[in-house]
């Protein structure tokens, strides 16, 4: 059974060949170790100062060295772990990595399990559970975007907006204690305002922290955007212009498409998976109506559908599909529309954006439609957004909580035992999301997530 006491081992970089590999040894027997594994070129073991990187070589028990590279010392708690650390950078060679690690491992060392060198840290108090959090997301970002809002919460920036409303909870809970201790009265009425009014406060700042959700979603999950329509209104022509490939087989032929086709990409920063789905009609064969089922579930999950269609005589979209999710109507193959007839198109659908997907005009207006229609913030490097579903779910019982406490305190005979309740949840709500009281089911799906050496 792993403990906090055991000194721990793993590859920092991903294994295979190339210039270099990072292994990094952790714990309170890492010094013994590393001078164990270790010596000088003049065959003396090394000082292993502070910071200080020393060019060693790596041997066997026996003395026969079979590499060479750098290690790299940080003395506990100035360390990542908040222990006595070693980063050790070998060539990259998937043997010779396999074989330092297992020397170690003689020395005492063992594996260690994913994250937990991050959990260490968490324990050790170098970061609270928000910022280890971010390390995993940072790892995993799929845009600069993304790393730029995990790095934030790396740094502290979302943990120091929860420290602030926890501060004035705890602010609220001590004076509404005070009076439960030395009154034996309800809240008089001027207690009872001041306090209604604070908490209000502090629960619109909740509410607006919950409104970034959705935001830091897109950014580390990325967006689902499906194109649909019926045959042969040009859906996979879009996403090879969107995507500026040739994913999708293109065809004058209705029906081509019978399987949903998705790509993945960066738009505006966002990332996105799009998808190309098969034509709507009537009348399609069995494998086609498999293809239009699929085509009508992915709808139903997109972030937004785009709702792609042609202009011709017979069609003065008047009846344009509806969907449950956000909608962007398309009117494609602009080419083949004379340009007074366009202009008249305009004016009538205001609310269409115009395209040519075979020949690539309108893109760029689509792409910042999508953009704005997934409201991601122009201003995002100054903002920080909430990246989990469990720093949603505590943020949400916080407003709860400070909610029912509002409710309390618009009533006459307002109990001091009632509301104390409340803010007492609302904290502990607090407490968790930072990683003071969750409980170690959580911690360790937390930490499940990493990849092993971080």
């Excluded at 006595?84 to 690690?101: A, L, M, Y």
């Excluded at 209604?196 to 922290?209: D, F, G, M, P």
């Excluded at 505590?394 to 406490?405: D, I, R």
């Amino acid at each position: 059974m792993s403990t906090a006491t055991d000194t721990i081992v793993a590859p920092a970089t991903p294994f295979g060949y190339g210039g270099i590999a990072v292994i990094r040894l952790s714990g309170p027997s890492s010094k013994n170790i590393a001078r164990a594994i270790t010596f000088l070129s003049d065959g003396k073991k090394s000082p292993f100062k502070h910071r200080q990187s020393t060019r060693i070589l790596i041997a066997e028990k026996d003395g026969e060295t079979f590499d060479e590279g750098l290690i790299t010392f940080f003395k506990s708690p100035s360390s990542y772990t908040g222990e006595d650390s070693f980063e050790i950078s070998c060539h990259g060679n998937p043997t010779i990595v396999h074989k330092i690690i297992g020397r170690c491992c003689e020395e005492g060392a063992r594996i260690a399990e994913p994250g937990e060198f991050t959990r260490r840290s968490f324990i050790n108090g170098k970061i609270d559970l928000l910022q280890a959090e971010s390390v995993s997301s940072l790892i995993y970002s799929k845009s600069c975007e993304s790393a730029y809002l995990n790095h934030r919460i790396l740094q502290g920036k979302l943990s120091e907006q929860i420290k602030k409303i926890k501060e004035k909870v705890v602010g609220l809970l001590t004076r509404v204690e005070f009076e439960l201790d030395f009154s034996e009265e309800d809240l008089h009425p001027g207690l009872r305002k001041d306090v209604l009014s604070k908490i209000t406060t502090v629960q619109n700042t909740v509410k607006n922290l919950l409104s970034t959700r959705e935001e830091g979603r897109l950014l580390t999950e990325g967006a689902l955007v499906v194109i649909a329509g019926k045959p042969n209104v040009g859906k996979s022509t879009l996403l090879n212009s969107l995507t500026e490939t040739d994913r999708a087989i293109t065809s004058p032929v209705p029906g081509t498409t019978r399987d949903s086709i998705g790509v993945s990409l960066l738009l505006c920063g966002v990332p996105v998976r799009l998808f190309d789905t098969a034509g709507i009609r009537k009348g399609a064969v069995d494998v086609e109506q498999e293809g239009i089922r699929r085509t009508k579930k992915l709808t139903q999950k997109a972030d937004i559908v785009l709702c792609l269609y042609e202009h011709n005589k017979k069609n003065k979209h008047k009846h344009m599909g509806t969907h449950a999710r956000p909608s962007i109507h398309i009117i494609n193959k602009t080419d083949l529309i004379a340009p007074g007839e366009l202009k008249k198109l305009k004016r009538l659908l205001p609310d269409c954006l115009f395209v040519s997907a075979k020949e690539k005009t309108g893109i760029n207006n689509l792409k910042n439609k999508i953009k704005n229609t997934l409201g991601v913030s122009a201003t995002l490097s100054n903002n920080v957004s909430l990246t989990t579903v469990r720093q949603q779910a505590s943020l949400e019982g916080v407003f709860g909580y400070l909610k029912a406490g509002t409710r309390l305190l618009q009533n006459d005979g307002c109990s001091y035992e009632l509301l104390s309740f409340e803010l007492s949840s609302a904290l502990d709500s607090l407490n968790s999301l930072l990683g003071i009281t969750t409980p170690d089911k959580i911690i360790n799906n937390i930490f499940k997530s990493f990849c092993v050496g971080k």
